[in-house]
């Protein structure tokens, strides 16, 4: 029968697969730990914000008591990405790892292990809306409410809460509007409790429902146009996509908006009552400490007592002659006070979001620097500060969704890396603080005009090159050269920006720069030849995004026509360069923290001026220089902080 | 072990869809994109119907039919009205969405606790077992997860026989011959429009079936578990395929979609087990599977050697 032997060869690889899965199962190797040495796994089905929070908050609550990797703990993050097959096979994988404790995040992750957990491992669940929709019963256990093994906690905002506030704050409020998409796990329960809750307290709701973001922003314009006093956000991931937008548009219709997203208020929403999602995965990390510090699931009540966040915007509230309760005030972590000034109050470890661009060489050495820079400031990752990480990978629509989620989740400073991080920032972000580093020069991406004059919410750390000492190392090792080369990007501010820089210093040392362009890697090679062709006597390479990954090609054009080549990155010295005047990368990650580290500490980052790095290395090719004959004079050579042979 | 077990049920469960993409895809050359819809379709009614206190089993039959309901609805969309199959498609999949949420009432269903089509095998193998788990290899593996996979085997299988005796039959063969060349079977005066409708409608059937299958086998249906399932049925059918090759026998093609499916899952098992960042694991899995299609091809063309080739060569297109 044709196509047997393929069949076979299938089969055969399936019994491979599941050999080497059933060879390194394991579930039945448990190795000799430590008292405290505990091994936990925390399963999402997606990466959405209010799941990475809290899973971020699991970790963090986990390690405050102790269960650390120092301490030969293990916590374990799996992520379905969306995919139900996929969630079903990690929760199988992780009931059948010999894991301490499991954590979901979610109902579909909690519903998924349930019924994966056939070995009944402690499961402590959180970010669950209805604690039924897993057939668990809030409060203590009791036979048939929950298995013995599961705890968890509940997460229901509080909407008779938001309700009660809208009536003390407008009590001629007589008609709300809200929309939400009804395939949205727990939109559908929140919007048949507003509707419940508004028809205890005599509120007529005019509602409509879409299935996307799209849909929700036509919703929402429909439900406008009726005669409504107020409209009001509920719970949902399609009405947080199109919220923006919306309260745009109730700005617009003069329509007062309420609801459940607390970063509403920046954009003009009055009272906003929502889930503080770092300090809920904390509660569900304090609870799954319990249970690894020995108290059984079943001892521990479930409860549904998230901890929640109210936003307050008194300037709207006052346009609309609303009066908010001071009590409400007080408590909020948002204020937005009636002259439109921000005060904001923190609740939990600060977290500082690092948004890179690409896995450039620079960004690893960067990233070291601003950890030890955090650790010089005592603000120690995982101690002082939580500081996650974010990487483009090259890709700038990613680095663009990069940002909006990093804006969302609201950390207390944000840090980029590169230049598109911080142009898609200026962009994106109108609210958090943020200190860039890695910027050739900032003033061309219109964050500011000089270092003391920038954007109020914007500091950072240039990666301006030290043009100057290149120019000098230059003149005192070719006493003779009268022509540089360079080629550039002219799509790249950055890079028009330093040729022309290099350029007037170079004149002003009595030398004309030949440039010439290329738009992408490939023209690399014939761009640096049409230099060469031109006649220089040294190759100067400024250091750009194509530069930087094409810097070998210029080494192999200058080796043909044995001319020096002087780089500005400090990896050039092993790709061809004779000599490197370099920007410290470490040194520029260590000076973001600093000034990340001041606006932890209350600093304005409108009175944090914009700095230049604050040295420079220099190196040297020893085998490239005694090839090309270069002998360095003994002024530059003292200064030298690497040979390389 | 109960890792792998579990795996294989979710792999046969899965190589349901698989069938239901190789009738519209590959047998009938539909581009069928009301799968993504009829999977919820199915798991939506399943869940409801044992909620209410039907038998798993008619829950699952009624699932199918309701699937098969929005096989017909693409169907009388492409032959009647003229619509592109893949818009055609796309419309079912829009309006099931809408479909699912009325048939669940709300967006999500918990399963736990209820009886579901496993149980009954579940019960068998804890008589025979004597207990809630079973010793296989060495290993204690829990009598529902063996229940799981036998139940699943068993299904496939009879599922599998029943398409490959309809396939050889009159109607099956110009279903096949139809896919082929429209315009032959047009002019031996058979309907190619009734021949779609029949397709479509047995494709989205064993779809529904999968996709009630799965919500019993996770106890919970979702409205969104459907989105992107017709990647994962045809990443089945692609995989078994690529071993198989095209001039495959009918009943080797038909198994080729059950392999495929299960060594899919396999490979996803393995990304997971390699303890890889939570953000990669969809990367590695579409590196893993590329590996399998690429490698044996690769190796021949390097070394000459056959060792490792899977397709056979020569010979007339299969059936399908």
């Not at chain 2, 009829?38 to 009624?62: N, V």
Request: aromatic share 4%; hydrophobic share 50%; charged share 15%.
């Amino acid at each position: 029968m044709r196509g047997w032997r393929g069949l076979l060869v299938g089969m055969l690889l399936i019994a491979a697969a599941g050999a080497a899965l059933l060879l390194t199962d394991r579930s039945g190797r448990r190795a000799v730990q430590a008292a405290t040495a505990r091994r936990v796994a925390i399963i999402q089905a997606s990466s959405i914000p209010a799941f990475d929070l809290s899973a971020r908050g699991v970790i963090a609550a986990l390690e405050a008591a102790g269960y650390t990797s120092a301490g030969g703990s293990e916590l374990r993050r799996f992520n379905a990405e969306a995919d139900l097959g996929t969630l079903n096979q990690l929760c199988s994988e992780v009931a059948n790892a010999p894991f301490d404790l499991v954590v979901t995040i979610g109902t579909t992750s909690g519903q998924a292990f349930m019924r994966a957990n056939k070995r009944s491992l402690p499961h402590v669940f959180g970010v669950v809306a209805d604690p039924a929709s897993l057939g668990v019963a809030l409060g203590e256990w009791r036979e048939g409410a929950r298995p013995p093994n599961v705890t968890g906690m509940g997460a229901l905002i509080d909407l008779p809460q938001l309700l009660d506030a809208l009536r003390a704050s407008a009590p001629h409020v007589r008609t709300i509007g809200t929309m939400w998409n009804p395939s949205e796990a727990n939109a559908d329960l929140y919007a048949k409790r507003l509707l419940a809750e508004a028809d205890r307290r005599g509120l007529k709701v005019i509602s409509a429902s879409a299935s996307d973001a799209a849909g929700i922003l036509e919703a929402a314009t429909g439900v406008m146009a009726q005669p409504i006093d107020c409209l009001v956000f509920l719970p949902d991931t399609s009405v947080t996509i199109a919220s923006p937008t919306i309260l745009q548009a109730a700005q617009k219709r003069k329509v007062p908006v309420i609801g459940t997203f607390p970063e509403s208020v920046d954009g003009g929403s009055i009272l906003n009552l929502g889930m503080d999602w770092a300090g809920i995965g904390t509660q569900v990390g304090e609870v799954a400490a319990r249970v690894l510090g020995g108290t059984p699931p079943s001892e521990i009540p479930v409860v549904d007592r998230p901890k929640m966040a109210w936003t307050v915007n008194l300037a709207s509230a006052a346009a609309f002659g609303w009066s908010v309760p001071q009590s409400i005030v007080d408590g909020a972590t948002i204020v937005i006070a009636a002259d439109g000034s921000r005060r904001e109050k923190r609740l939990s470890t600060p977290r500082v979001q690092v948004i890179a661009y690409s896995n450039a060489a620079f960004t690893d050495e960067v990233l070291a620097g601003i950890r030890d820079g955090f650790i010089e400031q005592k603000l120690a990752p995982g101690e002082g500060i939580e500081l996650s990480v974010v990487n483009a990978q090259g890709d700038m629509s990613t680095l663009n969704q990069l940002v909006v989620d990093s804006v969302a989740s609201q950390p207390a400073v944000i840090m980029s890396i590169s230049t598109p991080s911080l142009q898609a920032l200026l962009k994106r972000n109108d609210r958090i603080p943020c200190v860039f580093t890695t910027v050739f020069d900032p003033y061309v991406t219109g964050v500011g005009t000089e270092p003391t004059k920038h954007h109020p919410l914007f500091t950072g750390v240039t990666s301006h090159s030290d043009f100057p000492r290149l120019i000098e190392v230059v003149r005192a090792t070719w006493p003779g050269a009268k022509r540089l080369g360079t080629v550039y990007c002219p799509s790249e501010d950055n890079s028009v920006a330093a040729r022309d820089e290099l350029a007037t210093l170079a004149k002003a040392a009595g030398m004309d720069l030949i440039s010439s362009p290329a738009e992408r890697g490939s023209d690399m090679a014939t761009a640096a030849e049409a230099v060469i062709s031109q006649g220089i006597d040294v190759f100067t390479q400024i250091s750009d995004n194509i530069a930087s990954g094409s810097f070998p090609v210029v080494g192999t054009v200058c080796d043909r026509a044995r001319l020096p080549l002087v780089g500005t990155l400090t990896r050039f010295i092993n790709e061809g360069a004779v000599i490197v005047v370099a920007r410290d990368y470490h040194l520029i990650g260590v000076q973001g923290a600093e000034k990340a580290a001041s606006i932890l500490r209350g600093a304005d980052p409108a009175t944090i001026p914009i700095e230049d790095p604050r040295t420079s290395l220099l190196l040297l090719n020893e085998g490239r220089a005694k090839q090309l004959g270069v002998t360095l004079p003994a002024s530059i050579e003292r200064q030298l902080d690497r040979r390389v042979p | 072990m109960t890792v792998v077990l579990s795996t294989i049920a979710l792999g046969l469960v899965l190589a349901l869809v698989g069938y239901g993409v190789y009738l519209s895809f590959r047998v009938l050359q539909f581009p069928d994109l009301t799968v993504d819809g009829s999977f919820t379709l199915g798991a939506a009614t399943a869940a409801a119907l044992m909620l209410a206190g039907w038998d798993p089993f008619t829950a699952t039959a009624i699932a199918s039919l309701a699937g098969a309901l929005a096989g017909l609805a693409t169907a009388l969309m492409a032959t009647r009205l003229g619509i592109e199959g893949i818009l055609a498609g796309i419309l079912s999949m829009t309006a099931l969405y809408s479909i699912n949420l009325r048939v669940m009432g709300r967006s999500n269903l918990g399963l736990v606790g209820v009886s579901t089509i496993f149980s009954p095998a579940d019960a068998l193998v804890r008589r025979l077992a004597g207990g809630a788990e079973v010793m296989l290899w060495g290993q204690a593996v829990p009598s529902d997860v063996v229940a799981q996979a036998l139940t699943a085997l068993v299904a496939v299988l009879v599922i599998a026989g029943i398409l490959w005796w309809f396939l050889r039959t009159e109607l099956g063969s110009a279903l096949r011959a139809g896919g082929d060349n429209p315009r032959m079977i047009r002019a031996l005066g058979v309907s190619h429009e009734w021949l779609v409708t029949l397709g479509l409608m047995l494709g989205n059937a064993l779809v529904a079936a999968g996709g009630a299958a799965f919500a019993q086998l996770n106890a919970f249906a979702d409205a969104s578990m459907g989105i992107g399932i017709v990647v994962i049925g045809l990443a089945s059918v692609i995989i078994g395929r690529a071993l198989v090759g095209q001039a495959a026998a009918l009943p080797v093609l038909l198994a080729s979609v059950l392999v495929g499916s299960v060594l899919f899952r396999m490979l996803v098992a393995i990304a997971i087990r390699t303890g890889l960042e939570p953000n990669d694991l969809r990367m590695i899995t579409a590196v893993v599977v590329l590996i399998v299609l690429v490698v044996p091809g690769l190796f021949t063309r390097l070394t000459g050697s056959k060792l490792l080739s899977l397709r056979t060569k020569g010979g007339p297109r299969a059936a399908a």
